[in-house]
């Protein structure tokens, strides 16, 4: 599978404005890349030398199995930004919402432990 990188260049981008691309949009992906370009694409900078801040630097390598530098991080959950409460979905959300009258909320990357069987039982009760 060919990397951001060589997606864009395949499509005729140069590697300085592709590696430009893809630093500015913090390597969220070719789409992402190329929107940008084309959008960028007659800025007077474009295509002065672009390097890379160190620690951004795209690889000629593949990431090594469990090498996680290279991966974006997946939300799991989302978290209410006032109470710290973690919820699954759309619709816990805005029940939550609704209820406490909080407004803000933020992915995270915390995946929400499923309930033990006492704690089934205790919600249960209630």
């Given at each position: 599978?060919?990397?951001?990188?060589?997606?864009?260049?395949?499509?005729?981008?140069?590697?300085?404005?592709?590696?430009?691309?893809?630093?500015?949009t913090?390597?969220?992906?070719?789409?992402?890349?190329?929107?940008?370009?084309?959008?960028?694409?007659?800025?007077?900078?474009?295509d002065?030398?672009?390097?890379?801040?160190p620690?951004q630097?795209?690889s000629?390598?593949?990431?090594?199995e469990?090498?996680?530098?290279?991966?974006?991080?997946?939300?799991?959950?989302?978290?209410?930004?006032?109470c710290g409460?973690?919820l699954?979905?759309?619709?816990?959300?805005?029940?939550?919402?609704?209820r406490?009258?909080?407004?803000?909320?933020?992915?995270?990357?915390?995946?929400?432990?499923?309930?033990?069987?006492?704690?089934k039982k205790?919600q249960?009760?209630?």
């Amino acid at each position: 599978m060919p990397t951001d990188l060589e997606l864009l260049t395949e499509m005729g981008f140069s590697e300085n404005r592709s590696r430009r691309a893809l630093a500015t949009t913090k390597y969220k992906g070719a789409q992402v890349a190329m929107d940008w370009l084309f959008a960028h694409a007659d800025d007077p900078d474009i295509d002065d030398p672009f390097e890379e801040a160190p620690g951004q630097k795209l690889s000629d390598e593949p990431a090594a199995e469990g090498d996680n530098k290279t991966e974006t991080a997946e939300a799991k959950s989302v978290q209410c930004d006032e109470c710290g409460k973690k919820l699954r979905t759309q619709n816990d959300i805005m029940m939550h919402a609704s209820r406490t009258g909080h407004s803000g909320f933020s992915e995270s990357t915390e995946e929400i432990k499923p309930l033990t069987e006492e704690e089934k039982k205790e919600q249960l009760a209630k």
